[in-house]
C-alpha cells in the first residue's frame, strides 16, 4: 500500500502540472497546491519525529485542514513516505472527505469563473 500512495501522490502531481501548463488550473492554485502539499508533507515528518520521542504532536485537526486546503498531495506522499496516519482508519475517512471536498469545491469555483 506505501508504494500505491506514493505513486498516487506523484500522479496527482504530474496531473496537476499537466492541468497547469493547459491552462486548465490557474498558475496561482498550482502554487497554492505546491505550497500546502510542501507544508503538509512537512507536518507528517514533523508530527512522526515527535511520536517516535513523545514530544507534542500535531492536533489531527491541522492536518486534515490543510489536506482540505490543497494540500492533501503532499499529506499524501507524507503518509506513505513516513508511514505515518496511513493505518488509523478514522482518520482516513476525514481525509478521504478533505481530498473530495477540496476537488469537488475547486472544480465549482473554477467552472463558475470559467464562464
Known sequence: MKHGRRLAALAVV???????????????????YGLASVAAFALYGHDKR?????????????????????????????????????????????FWLCVVANVATVAVLLREFAR
Open 14 to 32: 504530474g496531473a496537476l502540472v499537466a492541468v497547469s501548463i493547459t491552462g486548465l488550473l490557474p498558475l496561482w492554485l498550482a502554487v497554492w
Open 50 to 94: 515527535a511520536a517516535r520521542k513523545g514530544q507534542w504532536r500535531t492536533p489531527e485537526r491541522t492536518l486534515q485542514l490543510l489536506a482540505f486546503a490543497g494540500g492533501w498531495p503532499g499529506a499524501l506522499l507524507g503518509q506513505a513516505a513516513f508511514r505515518h496516519k496511513h493505518r488509523k482508519t478514522a482518520f482516513q475517512w476525514v
